[in-house]
């Protein structure tokens, strides 16, 4: 195996933006090349981390650890790892970002500025899903905003910047007290040890908050208020209502390619981090929380799927239907059972297909019909069949068709949810009874808009109208492609994520 694997699967991408930033602006095919190459190699890099990762252990495997910044008595370290939990989404955020390029080759102005805050976003996104040390997940996390907030300022659509503006405020102070909420735990790990062990490895600090010999520092209220905090944080970046009006702004606003990493993979962030920080350091409190957690998931998944019934654009109705779809993220996680929290996983994994494939789709079909507004769209199918066809398929994946990967995740969410314990979620059945009401809204929208815009009566303005390019095939057929692979052949990614699950859930005592 490659040495130090994952600090070139995080850094290789900066490697390409730096090739980049040393070729003339008016080279703009070399400049396509060298990012899609960049995204293609780290891709690889992926698979054999994927290929090379043990399946029957729960621990961090690939780990790099290094002493990096001395503040005193607070060392931080360059720590490196991936576990079960990290591993699919490591490979998610590169299978996402190379689609993303390659639907990105349409792009005309400042190409040379575009796929280079495109690299630098990917750097970011690795990152987190591989930093064990708060301050370096802290760091990558925050790399983030910068790069979406000028792709979507420069690049995005006539209201862009208000958009983007939102985006960064709303990110911005979830960091804040993201940040905050780490400094309060490094410092409380820090007195509970008498100041003589100052860490922010998440690893080291879950040792120390589960000593119940350090309970006299680190009291039930100090730990459901860092916990609370950080579950603000992260649900800032998931989003959980009512701190989602930043994403449908940034998500329509958003170029297609940028759509599709934003809804595909930055959204996972929020999850991710609930999972490895809150839970993982703090998993008396996931208990705490849980019926409180499962209710903002159910509150997600309604509120989502009713605004998205009452949807004129098309890319706003698939924004939508990422809220709602991500409230069934937070159902499984809720459970701490070992199929909710597995379909929470399966969850992000399949969403991050599914989503990025239905907004490439609605921006291909914008950029040869330049309308978004469902009303003026209609028999698409006898004029762009292929594009049609494939529109058709992610709207069926979304709702959780059988054979793709929608219905597995949300199988398993609702699987767990409903057999969650009642000393946990006293009201878990009805809440998931509650929950699966949204899945039928769910079917409705999705329904009704593919109804509207696939067939019906066509425009004779639309009449021979460019089928589906060369180049619009590889995403295409790689999104659908894997969605359905992990639909009909789930062990692919439960044989990786079960060992790992299994240990989170034992630490929390599900």
């Known amino acids: 195996m490659i040495p130090n694997l994952l600090t070139w699967i995080v850094f290789f991408p900066l490697v390409g933006a730096l090739l980049i930033l040393a070729i003339p602006r008016e080279q703009k095919n070399a400049i396509r090349s060298i990012a899609a190459g ?146 309060a735990l490094a410092y409380k790990a820090f007195e509970a040890t008498a100041f003589s062990h100052a860490t922010f490895n998440i690893s080291a600090l879950a040792d120390i908050f589960s000593n119940p010999e350090v309970s006299g520092v680190l009291t039930d209220s100090l730990k459901a208020g860092i916990f609370l905090a950080l579950l603000i944080a992260f649900a800032v970046k998931l989003p959980i209502i009512p701190l989602h009006t930043w994403l449908p702004n940034a998500y329509v606003e958003a170029p297609t390619g940028v759509s599709m990493m934003l809804a595909g993979v930055l959204s996972k962030m929020g999850a991710y981090g609930l999972l490895r920080i809150s839970y993982g350091i703090l998993p008396d409190q996931a208990v705490n929380f849980a019926t409180f957690i499962a209710i903002l998931g159910v509150v997600n998944i309604l509120y989502g799927a009713f605004i998205a019934l009452v949807q004129t654009d098309l890319k706003k109705l698939i924004a939508y239907s990422s809220i709602s779809h991500l409230g069934i993220v937070l159902l499984g996680v809720a459970s701490v059972t070992e199929a909710g929290i597995q379909g929470a996983v399966f969850q992000l994994v399949s969403h991050g297909f599914i989503v990025a494939l239905l907004f490439f789709m609605v921006g291909a079909i914008y950029e040869r019909t330049n309308t978004r507004t469902i009303s003026e769209l209609g028999g698409l199918s006898k004029s762009v069949p292929v594009l049609a066809g494939f529109m058709l398929a992610a709207a069926m994946a979304s709702l959780g068709l059988p054979g793709l990967s929608g219905f597995v995740s949300e199988l398993l969410a609702f699987i767990g949810i409903f057999g969650a314990s009642a000393e946990i979620i006293p009201a878990a059945r009805v809440i998931a009874v509650v929950g699966a009401i949204g899945i039928i809204f769910t079917a409705a929208y999705l329904l009704w808009a593919m109804q509207r815009t696939t067939f019906g009566k066509m425009d004779e303005k639309y009449l021979g109208l460019p089928d589906a390019r060369p180049m619009e095939y590889i995403p295409m057929i790689g999104l659908l492609g894997l969605s359905l692979l992990i639909g009909v052949y789930p062990s692919i990614l439960s044989d990786v994520i079960n060992t790992t699950v299994i240990d989170i859930v034992s630490k929390i005592g599900g």
Do not use: C, H
């Open 38 to 183: 960049t995204s293609i190699i780290t891709l690889i890099l992926s698979i054999l981390a994927w290929i090379g990762f043990d399946r029957s252990q729960s621990g961090m495997q690939f780990v790099e650890s290094y002493s990096w910044i001395n503040l005193g008595d607070f060392q931080i370290y360059y720590d490196l790892g991936v576990d079960g939990l990290s591993m699919p989404l490591l490979l998610l955020v590169t299978l996402i970002t190379t689609l993303s390029i390659t639907a990105s080759f349409n792009i005309k102005e400042r190409v040379k500025e575009y796929f280079t805050w495109i690299l630098i976003l990917m750097t970011g996104l690795l990152g987190v899903f591989v930093a064990q040390d708060l301050f370096l997940f802290f760091l990558f996390f925050e790399l983030t905003l910068i790069p979406v907030f000028f792709l979507i300022s420069i690049w995005g659509g006539k209201e862009r910047e208000p958009a983007s503006i939102k985006f960064l405020i709303y990110n911005g102070l979830g960091s804040a007290v993201m940040v905050m909420a780490f400094i």
